[in-house]
């Protein structure tokens, strides 16, 4: 029994915690792995009305996979009969948002603290997300060598205007009000009411109309104004700089702007790993307007190609394993990143195939 999912009925919900507090609630593959078929019983169960998901310990609700783990595992081989965790975490954690995509009853994930990465893959996918006045969110990767992945190339263009490529590229941190306006947030709770949000739900009569509608209007009943955006105020400028092609217009416009926010963006890319930069814009770019799942078909290529290339491990070294921030990036700089670099992250893998097929 896999401790870090707590699993529950509670009437007619399926009830999900994640329960690695101390890791703020990082998605590992044993997790992955006990949620999965759970997520699949429920659908068929006709007594299942509805799932919630939550996290555990007050501070997060998932603060991304756990690829910390991954890192560390390149370059040593896998037990006999294994996959490579690097190729295994990756395609069932694709998996498992393909699931909650397509998810034949609500799915409501009560985002409450950090919600980072792979958090947002078990929460924008499904059909409600209650966030509440204490959400950090944020698609940090660029500062791993990653690239925003767990649909991040088909709910980042989704964003208004060009917000997704801003926050795909800077790995800006977001909060309620924030996430309320980018469209991620459906319902704004106060923290101290989840408890009460579950209770309704629980309590609700599922006979009562579509079940979609049903879990809308309980939601509804606790919902509060999150207050204005700061982020919303930025949106000119963030169309002006961030719609162009190529990371170098990028910080060109940004120079042309020369706002104070504008050079802080400035800085903060200049923090990030060259070839993630480019690739992810290039992500964001080819999977606009795609259905998500010919993007995970791409971001799956993404995973393997930039898991294998240096930066990966640079990065996880540097921002959670020695805490250092400071990376070495290989290539250092935007002008030594070649397009056939960046282009071979696209080239087909040989089990892509799979993530998609339900074994």
């Known amino acids: 029994m896999n401790t870090d999912v707590l699993l529950e009925r509670r009437g007619p919900l399926g009830l999900v915690t994640l329960n690695r507090p101390k890791a703020l609630n990082a998605l590992d593959l044993g997790m992955i792995r006990a949620l999965h078929p759970a997520l699949e019983a429920w659908a068929r169960d006709a007594e299942v009305k509805a799932v919630v998901i939550r996290g555990a310990g007050g501070r997060a609700f998932c603060s991304g996979g756990d690829v ?92 208004p205007g060009e917000t997704g490529t801003y926050l795909g590229l800077t790995g800006t941190r977001c909060n309620a009000a924030d996430a309320m306006w980018l469209g991620y947030g459906t319902q704004h709770v106060t923290h101290d009411r989840l408890e009460a949000v579950v209770e309704a739900l629980a309590a609700a009569d599922w006979s009562a109309g579509d079940s979609r509608e049903v879990a809308t209007r309980v939601l509804s009943g606790f919902a509060t104004e999150p207050g204005a955006s700061a982020l919303s105020a ?28 504008a050079e802080e963006t400035r800085a903060t890319l200049g923090r990030m790993s060259p070839t993630s930069l480019k690739v992810t814009l290039r992500q964001l770019r080819l999977c606009r307007g795609r259905s998500y799942d010919e993007v995970v078909t791409v971001e799956y290529r993404l995973s393997q190609h930039c898991t294998a290339l240096p930066d990966f491990r640079e990065g996880i070294r540097a921002v959670l394993v020695d805490k250092d921030n400071r990376p070495t990036w290989n290539p250092p700089a935007l002008a030594q990143v070649r397009a056939t670099d960046v282009e071979a992250c696209f080239a087909p893998v040989a089990d892509e195939e799979r993530v998609l097929r339900h074994e």
């Open 234 to 261: 930025h949106r000119e400028a963030i169309d002006r700089c961030f719609g162009k092609d190529s990371i170098e217009d990028i910080l060109a416009a940004l120079e042309a702007e020369g706002t104070p926010w």
């Open 68 to 159: 910390r783990a991954v890192a560390l595992s390149l370059g040593t081989p896998a037990a006999e009969g294994q996959q490579p965790l690097s190729r295994a975490f990756f395609r069932e954690e694709y998996r498992l948002n393909h699931l909650i995509h397509h998810y034949p009853k609500p799915y409501i994930a009560l985002v409450d603290g950090i919600s980072m990465g792979g958090g947002l893959g078990l929460s924008v996918h499904g059909s409600h997300r209650v966030v509440t006045e204490r959400l950090m969110l944020a698609m940090p990767e660029t500062a791993i060598g990653l690239f925003p992945d767990v649909g991040g190339g088909w709910f980042l263009p989704r964003f």
